[in-house]
């Protein structure tokens, strides 16, 4: 009888998506190797194949969240259009990852905002993996209105950087609400709004 053929990457996969379903139940303290063997319904010293320790674990599960927060924002620039529409389509195409069907990834955001706050010493990956994706983000919308500043879009006399820390802001605070009070917050209805007071307080005039 041939031994069977492993799936090394589906069985990581397995081994992943195990991790991330605990972590974002129990949080990362409280979940233990043994645990996300038990979930994934393999021996704990599998679990050590495919990865060193948990924080490795917690790293990855971080880049499978940033690759689920991708919402085709680069599609979206390329667009032959006004910094106002491109910036008005990539508010609301947040509605997309605020959904009843990514709560267990929002929760896992609270998380990951945690073990950053817990140390900022170079061991902390999480800490300087955060502090490297919200540059990103900011980068993201203070180059958006860079280009309306220069198309007429926006107003020549606001600081880019500063709105889009605010933005973010805006956007991170109603999804802190949201999993809160998903009967009274509606992320997707609300986002129209945040749309419009940001267009209305940015544009050129």
Request: charged residues 25%.
């Amino acid at each position: 009888m041939s031994a069977k053929i492993v799936d090394k990457v589906e069985k990581k996969s397995q081994i992943m998506m195990a991790a991330i379903t605990l972590f974002a139940q129990k949080g990362f303290e409280k979940t233990t190797i043994n645990d996300i063997s038990k979930e994934a319904g393999i021996g704990k010293g599998t679990v050590y194949e495919y990865f060193q320790n948990k924080e490795e674990m917690i790293n990855e599960s971080f880049h499978f969240f940033l690759s689920h927060m991708e919402l085709g924002h680069e599609a979206i620039l390329e667009q032959d259009t006004m910094a106002s529409d491109k910036m008005k389509r990539i508010l609301l195409s947040f509605a997309n990852i605020v959904t009843p069907e990514t709560e267990g990834l929002m929760n896992m955001m609270f998380q990951f905002w945690g073990e950053a706050m817990r140390s900022q010493d170079t061991k902390n990956i999480i800490f300087h993996e955060m502090k490297k994706f919200y540059s990103q983000y900011r980068s993201l919308f203070a180059d958006l209105i860079v280009l309306g500043m220069r198309d007429g879009s926006f107003r020549k006399n606001i600081n880019p950087e500063h709105i889009a820390s605010i933005v973010i802001g805006l956007l991170d605070g109603l999804m802190v609400q949201w999993l809160l009070d998903r009967e009274l917050i509606r992320y997707d209805e609300i986002l129209n709004s945040v749309a419009t007071m940001v267009l209305e307080g940015i544009v050129g005039r």
